[in-house]
């Protein structure tokens, strides 16, 4: 539930502590990974429909393991040298870029015979089956897939904190 302009203030003064000027920060239209730290452009940035319903600690998380890949460079991955970087700047968190997705924005839903419920931003190219219902794959419980419009309206709740 940030307000996207205090994620702009925290971004700019740790690129302005960490980094240096060439940095830039800004908001981007993913849907299911929160920050992106692009070397080649020099850019961090985040979901702005993600950071829009995130709290303001997990925001700020975000942001700093963003930091710690520019710093640490490319190559460093998620390795060792990235871990020692993050951990000095307070990142308490994982590897992952992954968290909860915006699903009301994902047009494709599938349904399993149980009711459960899951959520694709692409058409499903294979069969899957609920992982409530079975661990491993079961024509059983095979999803029923469907697409639904994401209007304009849906869109523009996506960015507002709940
Ligand atoms: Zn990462
Ligand atoms: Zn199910």
New binding site residues.
Partial sequence: MSDLKRVQVWADALIALHLDGTWTFGFDNAKRRA?L?DYGRKRISVSRYLTARYDDDTNHQTLL??V??AIAGPSA??GAA?KRVARDLGYVGG???RGETATELAPWVGVCPNGHTAYRHRRPTRPTSCVQCSKRYDERYRFRWAKREITAAVRRAALLPR
């Fill in positions: 920050g730290c393991h963003e710690a890949h991955g998620h990235w590897t992952t870029h």
